[in-house]
């Protein structure tokens, strides 16, 4: 029981974390995709500090990681995306996609994860919520520090498909 409650305590904190590195990788694969280059993935900066120094640099890519945070993002450059809107779709839609199917992927192995049935549903409610916060980004909304959300970006550059 107390080892359950343990690894509860370990993967809250990790799937928060492995849940925003697949949002922000899904972005980063479909920009690949649609002729982007990606510079920066960034994890956790806190804005009340400097930004963390980059961890690890992979694929030309800087990773900056650090636990502590609810700020992430990709930094691109390559394509415009008000002449490509198509492109903007696909990349808007790719992170929360990934973080989603990522989730359910959690929600499907935490079922019989420990033999502690509360740990389990915890284990299960928590994936569930990631599942449903990832397609929530798909809502088109202006978020803080007028931030437009992923489904802002989708519905701006449908509109700009119509017009």
């Given at each position: 029981?107390?080892?359950?409650?343990?690894?509860?305590?370990?993967?809250?904190?990790?799937s928060?974390?492995?849940?925003a590195?697949?949002?922000?990788?899904?972005?980063?694969?479909?920009?690949?995709?649609?002729?982007?280059?990606?510079?920066?993935?960034?994890?956790a900066?806190?804005?009340?500090?400097?930004?963390?120094?980059?961890?690890?640099?992979?694929?030309?890519?800087?990773?900056?990681?650090?636990?502590?945070?609810?700020?992430?993002?990709?930094?691109?450059?390559?394509?415009?995306?008000?002449?490509?809107?198509?492109?903007?779709?696909?990349?808007?839609?790719?992170?929360?996609?990934?973080?989603a199917?990522?989730?359910?992927?959690?929600?499907?192995?935490?079922?019989?994860?420990?033999?502690?049935?509360?740990?389990?549903?915890?284990?299960?409610?928590?994936?569930?919520?990631?599942?449903?916060?990832?397609l929530?980004?798909?809502?088109?909304?202006?978020?803080?520090?007028?931030?437009?959300?992923?489904?802002?970006?989708?519905?701006?550059?449908?509109?700009?498909?119509?017009?």
């Amino acid at each position: 029981m107390l080892g359950d409650i343990l690894l509860l305590l370990f993967i809250i904190p990790l799937s928060f974390f492995l849940d925003a590195l697949a949002h922000e990788l899904g972005h980063a694969l479909a920009g690949r995709l649609v002729g982007l280059t990606i510079h920066q993935i960034v994890i956790a900066t806190d804005l009340r500090k400097n930004p963390v120094r980059p961890r690890f640099t992979a694929f030309g890519v800087d990773f900056y990681l650090a636990p502590n945070s609810l700020l992430s993002y990709v930094t691109t450059s390559g394509v415009t995306f008000s002449r490509h809107p198509i492109r903007q779709i696909i990349f808007s839609l790719a992170g929360p996609l990934c973080g989603a199917s990522l989730a359910a992927i959690f929600a499907f192995y935490s079922v019989g994860l420990t033999h502690t049935a509360a740990v389990n549903v915890i284990a299960l409610s928590l994936f569930i919520f990631y599942f449903i916060m990832n397609l929530d980004n798909l809502r088109p909304e202006y978020q803080a520090h007028g931030i437009p959300s992923d489904g802002m970006k989708v519905l701006n550059a449908w509109r700009q498909l119509r017009a």
